[in-house]
């Protein structure tokens, strides 16, 4: 089954239905640009890249703790979220046990319009909420917002590895 979000009412739709994803984990994380490069002309010189601002990520998360009766665990949600901006994923203080997702949820966001000084925009953000081990003794939780975009799928599959 396939979920398209484009608003807060479809993004609760689908996170209910894969129970905001907790206690899955992130399995990979793509960023794709659409810049590209052009030829405008004959010369060497004549070649210029087109920045377009335009990115997708894909989180393809292994998650099993949703859905009737006992799930395979195999199970890969792949996520592909369009005209992403505001990106940041920072792991430097990531150890081994903090992988865990508690939480993913998608909230309404203004960003800023892109070539467009000062003007603004609606979109969607991701946040993750995940548990943190501290001294190695208490648990927190941590909340990061990873971006922000206009529209996304998360597709149900099943791992081939």
């Known amino acids: 089954m396939v979920y ?21 984990f992130i399995k990979r994380v793509e960023l794709l640009s659409h810049d590209r490069f052009e ?14 601002g335009n990115f997708e990520v894909v989180l393809e998360i292994a998650h099993y703790n949703y859905g ?5 665990c195999n ?4 996520c592909r979220f369009e005209d ?17 997702i508690t939480r993913l949820d998608i909230a309404e966001t203004d960003r800023s319009r892109t ?3 000062g003007g603004s925009e609606k979109a969607l953000q991701v946040r993750l909420l995940r548990p943190r081990l501290v001294d190695g ?19 149900e599959g099943i791992s081939k590895g």
């Open 4 to 24: 398209t979000v484009r608003n807060a009412q479809e993004a609760v739709a689908a996170l209910e239905h894969f129970n905001y994803f907790h206690d899955g």
């Open 39 to 52: 030829q405008n002309g004959p010369a060497y010189t004549d070649r210029a890249h087109v920045c377009t």
């Open 68 to 72: 009737p009766g006992d799930q395979p």
């Open 75 to 78: 199970r890969i949600i792949k």
């Open 84 to 100: 992403v901006r505001d990106f940041l994923l920072d792991l430097r203080a990531h150890r081994l046990h903090d992988w865990p």
């Open 115 to 117: 070539g467009v000084p």
């Open 137 to 155: 003794s208490r648990w927190e939780s941590q909340e990061h917002t990873l971006f922000s975009f206009v529209r996304a799928e998360f597709e």
